[in-house]
């Protein structure tokens, strides 16, 4: 039986999860963007782990070397930025071919480290092996305030979802390389930027429940109502789109708002705060668009569009067919 006969990346997770953990100091383990540890009388511990593979996550005939680096590091931090956490310490482990070039890997952490220095993370330790294919994995620790961490289980009927920036740029970039294309919007996909620790904070003041795009908008607006025990309403025309993922979309006959909902790596925030919250967070932060309401559970999870509604599938798994 393959993993794609019992529901993919996300079933797996849960078969393999399963077992309680009894320790008084897991605050949160599995379910989450990061597991959240007691640390202090003010502050928890946020941990995450995220993994490059080549050939999976990125190819060395469209990626350099720097952006690999880049791109691993931004993807851990979105993790911790995403529960209103500050990133702190980092840890290495690579599987490197027999015929990776010294050079190759001076680029590859001058990357990291241009990342790392982006957002005060500190690398401090590390393990290194060899392999057929290239692998790079980060484990990233960082704290929080435990008054605003924020988890998906937080969204309330009635409050908005919210989400930053635009989204589908990392998807229109994969999709012109794909197409042989060199031009148009590729950053996004070759090197990403995930938000700052200060935006996460100011969202995390007043938001119910956050997360970030790692799957697309759809995967994670459906997590949040997994773990908050309800529905929501995304309004597609409503999604933010910017005129590079748009004109990148019609070169490759696309839809960007397919792009935004099912693609992913934008590293964007997707939080559901109140309404009557909305105008004290844009004083502070202002880089959001409101796309949509989170329901109860009975009215189920849909995209509406024109007067229409369709049901919310998932976005990308690494194990469907």
């Known amino acids: 039986m393959k993993l794609s006969d019992i529901g993919g990346e996300f079933a797996f997770i849960r078969r393999v999860t399963g077992v309680p953990n009894a320790d008084p100091a897991v605050v949160k383990g599995v379910g989450d963007d990061c597991a959240v540890l007691e640390y202090t009388d003010a502050r928890y511990l946020l941990v995450t782990v995220d993994m490059l593979v080549e050939n999976t996550h990125f190819s060395l005939d469209w990626h350099t070397p720097y952006q690999v680096g880049w791109k691993l590091m931004e993807a851990n931090v979105s993790d911790i930025v995403a529960m209103g956490g500050m990133p702190r310490w980092a840890f290495i482990s690579l599987a490197l071919r027999a015929d990776t070039e010294v050079e ?99 969202i995390a003041r007043r938001a119910g429940a956050m997360i970030d795009v790692s799957d697309g908008l759809a995967s994670e607006v459906a997590h949040i109502c997994e773990e908050s025990g309800t529905g929501a309403r995304i309004d597609r025309e409503k999604i933010p789109l910017s005129r590079d993922t748009i004109d990148a979309a019609h070169a490759v006959s696309g839809d960007p708002y397919e792009y935004a909902l099912y693609g992913g790596e934008d590293f964007e925030l997707v939080f559901t705060i109140e309404s009557d919250r909305i105008k004290g967070l844009r004083k502070e932060f202002s880089d959001f668009t409101v796309v949509g309401e989170i329901l109860q559970k009975e009215e189920g999870l849909y995209i509406a569009s024109e007067g229409q509604r369709s049901d919310l599938k998932r976005g990308y798994d690494h194990f469907k067919d």
């Open 104 to 202: 190759f890997m001076d680029e590859f952490y001058r990357g990291l480290y241009d990342s790392a220095r982006r957002h005060r993370v500190a690398l401090i330790g590390g393990d290194t092996t060899h392999g057929r294919e290239l692998a790079f994995n980060i484990a990233l620790a960082g704290d929080a305030d435990k008054r605003f961490t924020r988890f998906r289980a937080g969204a309330r009927p009635g409050e908005l979802i919210c989400v930053t920036g635009t989204l589908g740029k990392s998807e229109a970039g994969l999709r012109l390389l794909m197409a042989g294309r060199r031009d148009g919007c590729l950053g996004g996909y070759l090197e990403p930027c995930c938000r700052m620790e200060w935006e996460g904070a100011a």
